[in-house]
Nanobody, 114 residues
Framework: VQLVESGGGLVQPGGSLRLSCQASGFTFNRAAMRWFRQTPGKERERVASITSAGGNAYYGDSVEGRFFISRDNDKNTVDLQMNDLKPEDTGVYYC????????WGQGTQVTVSS
């Protein structure tokens, strides 16, 4: 199983970023996918998840209405569109899949600062 995140960077408050996760090594269209983040001083938290067919999504309270998760089962990718970013969104964002155990990507840094 391999998960490779991309798309992080530095953005000003109010800006947008789109993260992408390229997955391989498992049957992607049968797996729910999740995005987590690790922010300074806090435990890793789940920010969004999406079911295997993409029909349902979950969002953490802190990102509801600003972040949107989507997937492309033909390309084996899951994206996280992040809008109206705030300084408290700063952290390392990880792609995750649970296949009897958790698999993680290497993470991508998102920094929201003026």
């Amino acid at each position: 199983v391999q998960l490779v995140e991309s798309g992080g960077g530095l953005v000003q408050p109010g800006g947008s970023l789109r993260l992408s996760c390229q997955a391989s090594g498992f049957t992607f269209n049968r797996a729910a996918m999740r995005w987590f983040r690790q922010t300074p001083g806090k435990e890793r938290e789940r920010v969004a998840s999406i079911t295997s067919a993409g029909g349902n999504a979950y969002y953490g309270d802190s990102v509801e209405g600003r972040f949107f998760i989507s997937r492309d089962n033909d390309k084996n990718t899951v994206d996280l569109q992040m809008n109206d970013l705030k300084p408290e969104d700063t952290g390392v964002y990880y792609c995750n899949v649970n296949l009897e155990k958790n698999y993680w990507g290497q993470g991508t840094q998102v920094t929201v600062s003026s």
